[in-house]
């Protein structure tokens, strides 16, 4: 009897959904043409695939917003109940913020939050040296026979 209220939440939810999903098939306008058959991205044609998928950043991002979830779940029981469990609570709750801890400080030892035009100009910065020059750097295309600076 005390599971009524969850049962009775369980069948209005699933009434919901299907009589969503019937309506959604009877009352809709069944006229298709190319145009609302056509991919729309912001009234732009896409004239090709992607150029490239996500980078690993992007989902080692995702993880540590998935691990601070998880990690904030488990506060709030602990959080309710930390009186009576005393001590033992206590370092279980700390040997578990630490491993959570350590795969964020993971993550940004792997450098997941380096990313962005910041780190972009960074890394341009790193990559050029004082020996490179336009002369050892710049491939000349049809030169061939042309007057070179040391030659005018």
């Keep these: 009897m005390q599971y009524l209220p969850l ?24 006229r298709p043409n190319d145009k609302k058959n056509s991919a729309y991205e ?62 964020f400080i993971y993550l940004i030892g792997n450098g997941a939050l380096e990313w962005g035009p910041v780190h972009q100009v960074h890394k341009l910065r790193a990559a050029v040296s004082a020996e490179r020059t336009t002369r050892s750097t710049i491939r000349r295309v049809g030169g061939e026979g042309r007057l070179t600076d040391e030659a005018a």
């Design 7 to 30: 049962v009775a939440l369980g069948v209005l939810a699933f009434l919901f959904a299907s009589i969503s999903f019937v309506a959604s098939r009877l009352l809709a306008p069944k």
């Design 42 to 103: 912001c009234g732009i044609e896409p004239a090709k695939e992607t150029p490239e998928r996500f980078p690993v950043r992007f989902f080692l991002i995702a993880m540590i917003f998935i691990v601070f979830d998880i990690e904030l779940i488990f506060f709030y029981p602990w959080a309710v109940a930390h009186g009576s469990l005393g001590v033992f609570g206590l370092v279980a709750i700390l040997i578990f913020a630490f491993a959570v801890f350590e795969s």
